[in-house]
């Protein structure tokens, strides 16, 4: 009977432990001990020729490794393809209207820029639209979040729209809402 384990009773002082944050050495960010490590968010860069106000004329259609069992192949290729449908009627003419705005700026005081603004206004939203319906219709379902937002480019201080694809933490049933 000596060799059973006794499994100790656990202080109130334990429990307010394992539910504070600790400090995480690596990157230097608080993190829940009760909440898992996500990966990394894949960023998918403009692979176009013609950039309007940081926004590509079209994304990378190249399928990222780190979707592999995430996601088929061929949803993502569709979604890519609905991305870049929208940015390939918008941004050309985004681009036809700042070439005029430029050749007028002089005479309208920088007012002949203002439709290029908004025109590129209008297309951030529509493939943020677009985003969030396949978001509801199915990403979210697979624990990812598509959205598009403005980043420094690596190797110089400009910055683009790219498209982040993010992990969502899954469904904890033993935590409450």
Not at 7 to 16: A, F, G, L, N
Not at 31 to 41: F, Q
Not at 92 to 112: D, E, R
Request: with cysteine; hydrophobic share 35%.
């Amino acid at each position: 009977m000596d060799e059973v384990d006794i499994i100790p009773e656990q202080s109130p002082t334990d429990i307010v432990r394992t539910n504070q944050y600790s400090i995480n050495d690596d990157s230097n960010d608080l993190i829940p001990t009760y909440l898992p490590r996500l990966a990394e968010p894949i960023i998918i860069r403009g692979a176009g020729h013609v950039t309007v106000f940081a926004l590509n004329n079209k994304f990378d259609e190249e399928y990222p490794q780190a979707l592999t069992h995430k996601v088929s192949r061929d949803e993502y290729q569709e979604t890519i393809k609905r991305v870049n449908l929208i940015l390939r009627k918008n941004v050309p003419i985004n681009f036809k209207w700042l070439l005029c705005g430029c050749i007028c700026c002089c005479c309208t005081i920088g007012l002949s820029l203002c439709p290029v603004l908004c025109l590129n206004k209008r297309s951030k939203n529509d493939v943020s639209k677009v985003l969030d319906w396949e978001n509801a219709r199915l990403y979210h379902k697979l624990g990812l979040h598509w959205r598009l937002t403005k980043q420094k480019c690596p190797n110089n201080a400009v910055q683009e729209y790219v498209l982040m694809i993010e992990f969502r933490p899954p469904l904890s049933l033993s935590h409450p809402d």
